[in-house]
């Protein structure tokens, strides 16, 4: 069962934008630690960016300036900004939460104990 829902995936080329949005359900919904994973074929799922509410925010390196991870009505939902989209930006692109415990920022995808289903992203060159 998934606890939380993606959207807003779709196919773009390359330096298009894409607004992915994220939904929990009323289980996760008071986690505060929430992140944006992604996983390509035939690769391990990588950590994209993470956000505690207003305590704080933070994005890979491989997306740093293009992409941006942001909270919404009083930080029940998730959004994930991305522009400039590359062709390597292709994948499918998971929400996850997590308690977040004695801290906040990490990319660990074991480290996050509710995830969604995803939303595919494509990009074109």
């Known amino acids: 069962q998934a606890h939380l829902v993606e959207s807003g995936g779709g196919s773009v080329q390359a330096g298009g934008s894409l607004r992915l949005s994220c939904t929990p359900s009323?289980?996760?919904?008071?986690?505060?630690?929430r992140g944006w994973f992604r996983q390509a074929p035939g690769k391990e799922r990588e950590g994209v960016a993470v956000?505690?509410?207003?305590?704080?925010?933070a994005v890979a390196d491989s997306v740093k300036g293009r992409f941006t991870i942001s909270q919404g009505d009083g930080e029940k939902f998730t959004y994930l900004e991305m522009n400039g989209l590359k062709p390597e930006d292709t994948a499918t692109y998971f929400c996850?939460?997590?308690?977040?415990?004695?801290?906040?920022?990490?990319?660990?995808?074991?480290?996050?104990?509710?995830w969604g289903q995803g939303t595919q992203v494509t990009v074109s060159s």
């Open positions: 996850a939460a997590r308690d977040c415990g004695g801290w906040w920022r990490t990319f660990n995808p074991a480290d996050y104990n509710y």
């Open positions: 009323e289980h996760v919904v008071g986690l505060r630690c």
């Open positions: 956000i505690y509410g207003s305590f704080g925010a």
